[in-house]
């Protein structure tokens, strides 16, 4: 499969400063961030109380997530190859960027649209829309992160912008977090979610995030490529990814850490199943107002942070502290939704430290591979990261459907304190459990090492 390639020359024009660069990527990423806020915090609430999915449909969509992970896999590495592959006069980046947003508009509507069927028909609708809108998704994600890589080549820069980023990532996963079930009511018609409140509010979501996301196209201007760099095979490029040991290391590290997603994951679930589902929508705001509110302190402070002590180490403190609230959070227990929100600020904290250091760790690996080996792969290598990511919020779904199907739970049913305190241990225990093992490869992390030269 060849990547396109320019056949005119590329026409000058004016560069944006980086400033309005800036500004643009992180407009980018807030209203890329809504559409997958939207799917990874409410389709599991929507398969259960508008799909009206019973506890053995929920553990076969819980499934589908994870097969469509596997398709992931495969997808996220070929569009970064793709990416690496390509040369246009708008660069390798934007036109994946540009060609994107229309098909991520249309899936994510319709998985928000699932038909009234017997449940077999649900869930065959709901597999193939989520498989294919991951295989759209991962043509969306990987060329914004690759682009912030090649458009601010400056570690310190780059690890600034990254914070916005992630800053504008929170405050939108906040507006979505907190206003969808309000937002979807009002389209509704009453204070029951409807099916098509569903498919107005999150086709309307995912048209406004797009439309923001389209501004890196327009705004920002990425590194242009050496002619040496030009025609760089599949081969090289795989093989140049699987050399990146510090690259690899923080690939592992994130997977492991997979349970920092679990609460965005299954909070709306657990807030109904613990204080009633009367109240689910108001202690839900209560606590995703809490972990927004410390992810947007956390990653607003680790750029200050990384000018005091190395990325390394801030991964390694943010996955022990993240390991620490989490037991302690077990022990005391979700009786009070005040000290439940206490503990879940500062899993916040973690988790903003994590999500500013994680990028930042592989631009630099990039750029250590480049300077050892003359190869530059950041669309491939920022694929890993987009892939990770998604993957991290897919095993997190995946693990908390398992547990709330194991548990009992669907619509309807008499609420036990079995059922709470099952889902309890996946909320509490699990995460802290992911975040102890996620700091293990963080510890070999080291940059530098034999150049093409001296192999």
Known sequence: MSAPTATTAPRQSPVPSPRVQG??????????????????????????????????????????????????????PVVGSLIDRTRTRWGKFRPYILFSAIPVVILTALMFSVPNMPETGKLIYFGVVFVVWGIAYSFCDV????????????????????????????????????????FVGLLSGSKTATSTGWSLGVGIVALVGMALYLLAFFFVREKKIAEEHARLTFRTLFGTLFRNKPLLLVLIGSILGFGRFIVQAGGTTFAGL????????????????????????????????????????????????????GVAMFFVGF????????FIFLNGLSLGVAQVVQPTMIADAVDDVEQRTGVRNDGISFSTLTF???????????????????????????VTSGMQQTVWIGIALVPAVSCLLSAIPFYFYRLGGPTAAAK
Request: no cysteine.
């Open 23 to 76: 500004m643009a990527i992180t407009t980018a990423a807030f209203g890329q961030n809504a559409i997958l806020t939207t799917v990874s915090t409410f389709v599991l609430g929507y398969l259960i109380h508008t799909a009206q999915l019973s506890s053995a449909g929920i553990g076969i969509a819980g499934v589908i997530i994870g097969a469509a992970k596997a398709v992931d896999a495969v997808s996220d």
């Open 143 to 182: 060329p914004l992160w690759g682009l912030i890589g090649s458009a601010f080549g400056d570690s310190i820069t780059r690890a600034g912008v990254i914070s916005r980023v992630r800053i504008s990532g929170s405050v939108s996963l906040g507006i979505v977090t907190l206003g969808m079930l309000t």
């Open 274 to 325: 613990a204080y009633g589902n009367k109240n689910a929508a108001g202690n839900f705001t209560l606590i995703g107002a809490a972990i927004i509110i410390g992810v947007i302190i956390g990653s607003a402070f680790t750029p200050l942070l990384l000018r005091r002590t190395s990325s390394k180490a801030l991964s390694i403190w943010s996955a022990v502290l993240g390991a620490v609230v």
């Open 335 to 342: 009786q009070s939704i005040y000290v439940v929100m206490a």
């Open 388 to 414: 990770v990511s998604k993957l991290m919020t897919a095993i997190a779904l995946f693990v908390i459907t398992e547990i709330v199907a194991f548990s009992g739970y669907h619509a309807h049913v008499h």
